[in-house]
């Protein structure tokens, strides 16, 4: 539907060279546009210098929590921990800031970590010291940080974020 040239000569100069003409600056087409940049930083909400790789589940927390609100999702759909997740929030869970979106009560972080080295179901972190020494390691790992109610059985992904081989080339 709406086609503007992003090419290199678009995002990078202005159609003509040099400054920023006065007025409303659009594209050959005719659109509203200017030039873009597309490194990290550029984002609204970018934090400057955050470690690569990190991916935040908070838009499909939303959009399941919206469908369970409207009545498109029952609570059993959205609450269904497993018990070997429940088991593991009551033993290793780190409490949260945040109450349960569903039932109001305490939730817990747990903390997975998978990656060569580790078992198929990955190893569940008991402490933030545990983490910090698979970090300082030579291996790589993939972290996975899950909210957990153990009230009414409510979880979702939180994040996930790279753990070891901090600043090293592979």
């Known amino acids: 539907m709406y086609r503007i040239d992003i090419s290199r000569d678009t995002v990078l ?8 003409p006065a007025g409303k600056v659009r594209d050959e087409a005719g659109y509203p546009g200017r030039p873009m940049a597309f490194g990290p930083g550029s984002l609204p909400g970018a934090a400057a210098g955050a470690p690569a790789g990190v991916v935040d589940f908070r838009l499909a927390r939303n959009a399941v929590l919206a469908d369970y609100r409207k009545g498109r999702l029952s609570r059993i759909d959205v609450c269904d921990a497993q018990p070997e997740l429940l088991r593991n929030a009551i ?17 817990v972080l747990v903390t997975y970590v998978f990656g060569s080295r580790l078992p198929a179901s990955g190893r569940c972190i008991t402490s933030l010291e545990e983490l910090a020494k698979l970090d300082r390691g030579a291996t790589e790992y993939a972290a996975y940080v899950v909210e957990v109610c153990g009230d009414c059985s409510w979880n979702h992904l939180v994040r996930s974020f790279p753990v070891g081989r901090r600043g090293r080339t592979r």
């Open 91 to 107: 033993h290793c869970g780190r409490p949260s800031v945040e109450p349960c979106p569903i039932c109001d009560a305490s939730m």
């Open 13 to 20: 100069a202005w159609p003509g060279g040099g400054k920023r």
